[in-house]
Nanobody, 124 residues
Framework: QVQLVESGGGLVQAGGSLRLSCAAS????????MGWFRQAPGKEREFVAA????????SYADSVKGRFTISRDNAKNTVYMQMNSLKPEDTAVYYC?????????????????WGQGTQVTVSS
């Protein structure tokens, strides 16, 4: 099993930046595909980004391509998401997730482990 704890959320003005972190504990971090999802008020949770075990492969939602960057440091058991050029529509609770398969999935049902989430609010 793996336990996930997100941090780095907060309030930022449109056009600003935030970096989210997700610290993992438990089984070998490098054996997990890691993903970020978000859920805005009144909406379903949606995929944001995911990264392969080595960090060599990534996938992004179209809505964040070119603005968000996912990365990982296996030595620190941490995955990051750098969010630039933030927009009010990025406002959501952001969740870190993990699964032990081989494919960089974009569907939340593929992920076995979830953090508690961190709030990101972008003001206009």
């Amino acid at each position: 099993q793996v336990q996930l704890v997100e941090s780095g959320g907060g309030l930022v003005q449109a056009g600003g930046s935030l970096r989210l972190s997700c610290a993992a504990s438990g089984r070998a971090f490098s054996s997990y595909i890691m993903g970020w999802f978000r859920q805005a008020p009144g909406k379903e949770r949606e995929f944001v980004a995911a990264i392969s075990r080595s960090g060599g492969g990534t996938s992004y939602a179209d809505s964040v391509k070119g603005r968000f960057t996912i990365s990982r440091d296996n030595a620190k058991n941490t995955v990051y998401m750098q969010m630039n050029s933030l927009k009010p529509e990025d406002t959501a609770v952001y969740y870190c997730a993990a699964h032990s398969g081989l494919v960089v999935h974009t569907t939340e049902t593929a992920y076995n482990y979830w953090g508690q989430g961190t709030q990101v609010t972008v003001s206009s």
